[in-house]
């Protein structure tokens, strides 16, 4: 009677510990890690514009205005980007946040896969009163805030490589974005041509992840902060 | 009484050791060519032979841990809650005892460090006369093979059989590791500096190419697959790609 107790019980542990794991298994599986969407807009020629934002933490972007789980988390406005198949997307990015030196700054400072090879970037001065505009095919990899670096998902799309480095704002004044204060933005345009229908990652490739794995942590191995992705339809 | 007891038990610790120590070169022999990929290179040969070497020298020993244990377990249990006296018959400073351990101990080692070396040396060699050379590139998450000497550029391997190939292996972004699991070859793939490593495939087959560093979100995916052709096959591979290039 007694055994047989004991086993009941046993087996009772087993099968309500496995029922747990495989619960919160299929909640990690399902959970989306996406935001809003953020579509695309066509322009009369037949291509589309987006425009996202870095900030040096989660209190401007989809975060809301508590900047969510982590509000002091650098991320970007959006992580969930949506484009046409086949059509040249032009791509604006206003960088708020400082920077430094990237690992790769030959690789990761130049610019990848855009049209032309190049990245048109404006500048403010330390006031933000005003702008200097230059197109470059790379920037000074010791002081880029982030980069957009959007690749083919191996088995998914088409093959497509983009990246583009942010320098770091050099601004000092406050403007307000939201609800949060920061500096001037340092605007970077470039296109880029999408291939096939598929789902397309991008990340940043500058460390700012604080001070786990390499500066990979956080932020860099989060959903919805330092990474996002590209649906092309 | 308790002396022969101890030499009975003893025995059987003996018995025990032998019988482990037959399973473990058992599985040594028959474990590794079977558990590991198929072997395609003169690497995989030579890796499969050292884990089949390494884990026969091993089961001795192992098998004399398990057989102190399990006699152990068996005849030193202790019921109740005082502390036991101590053993009438323990066994201490038996010289016999202790300079067997440290001379087969020794023995053993540097048996497997002069073989590893050895390997490595061979790993290490030259590749030979006419080798092919293929400069592999890394790149999240991608491999490009190209082939010097030509305009062939591929996403895919694809290798002569009997003829030595020489690896020129570099990363254009982060780190990645070049692993082909059936030729025993695995390097890393470093950004700015160029690893080498050579091996000859000697049976035709497909094969899988895969990273080896965490390189990033699509580490898991960067795999691609390589064949091993005969060289006819190879040569007229080359004609083709170099035309559509």
């Known amino acids: 009677m007694e055994r047989s107790k004991a086993f009941g019980t046993a087996l009772a542990s087993i099968l309500l510990g496995g029922g747990a794991l495989a619960l919160a298994g299929y909640a990690l599986a399902s959970a989306s890690p996406h935001q809003a969407a953020l579509v695309c807009q066509a ?16 209190l401007a972007g989809e975060h809301g205005k508590t900047g969510g789980a982590h509000p002091d988390w650098v991320s970007y406005s959006n992580d969930n980007l949506v484009a046409p198949a086949n059509t040249t997307v032009t791509m604006t990015i206003s960088q708020y946040d400082s920077g430094g030196a990237l690992n790769n700054k030959a690789f990761f400072g130049r610019v990848w896969g855009t049209v032309g090879g190049t990245a048109t970037i404006a500048t403010p ?9 230059a197109t470059v095919t790379k920037v ?4 880029v805030g982030h980069t957009f670096t959007l690749r083919g998902v191996p088995g998914n799309g088409s093959p497509l490589f983009v990246s583009v480095p942010l320098p770091a704002s050099p601004s000092t004044n406050s403007i307000t974005v939201g609800d949060a204060q920061y500096g001037s933005p340092v605007k970077v345009t470039f296109s880029f041509k999408t291939g096939g229908p598929g789902v397309y990652e991008w990340n940043c490739e500058y460390p700012c992840g604080g001070s786990r794995e390499g500066q990979f942590g956080f932020a860099m191995s989060s959903y919805g902060y330092m990474s996002g992705t590209l649906t092309v339809k | 009484m308790a002396e022969m007891k101890n030499k009975e038990n003893l025995k059987g610790m003996f018995a025990t050791w032998v019988i482990l120590t037959v399973v473990g070169v058992a599985i040594g022999v028959w474990g590794p060519a079977r558990l590991m990929p198929r072997s395609m290179s003169d690497n995989m040969h030579l890796t ?3 884990m089949v070497v390494f884990t026969v020298a091993a089961a001795p020993v192992a098998a004399g841990v398990y057989a102190v244990a399990l006699h152990a377990l068996r005849h030193w249990v202790h019921k109740g809650d005082n502390v036991p006296a101590p053993a009438a018959d323990q066994t201490r400073e038996n010289a016999t005892l202790t300079a067997s351990w440290l001379i087969a101990s020794t023995v053993l080692t540097v048996f497997l460090l002069i073989w590893g070396l050895g390997a490595l040396a061979v ?7 006419n080798p092919l050379v293929v400069d592999v590139t890394g790149q999240q998450w991608v491999w490009t093979f190209s082939y010097p000497g030509t305009n062939v550029q591929s996403p895919t391997l694809v290798l002569p059989e009997g003829r030595t190939v020489d690896f020129h292996i570099k990363a254009l972004d982060v ?12 390097v890393d793939a470093n950004v700015g500096t160029t690893t080498m490593i050579h091996t000859t495939p000697t049976a035709l087959g497909q094969f899988d190419i895969r990273c080896t560093q965490f390189c990033g979100l699509n580490h898991a995916f960067m795999v691609t697959t390589g064949e091993v052709v ?12 170099s035309q559509k290039a």
């Open chain 1, 43 to 58: 322009t009369t020629t037949g291509n589309c514009t987006l425009a996202i934002s870095s900030f040096p933490d989660s």
């Open chain 2, 48 to 50: 499969i032979l050292t």
């Open chain 2, 230 to 241: 005969s060289k006819a096959q190879f040569n007229s591979w080359l004609a083709s790609q």
């Open chain 1, 140 to 143: 000074d990899g010791s002081n």
């Open chain 1, 125 to 133: 001065n330390t006031a933000g009163t005003s702008y200097t505009t």
């Open chain 2, 123 to 129: 790993d290490n060699g030259s590749s030979g006369r």
């Open chain 2, 175 to 186: 780190t990645h590791g070049f692993w082909i699991a059936n030729m025993g070859v695995q």
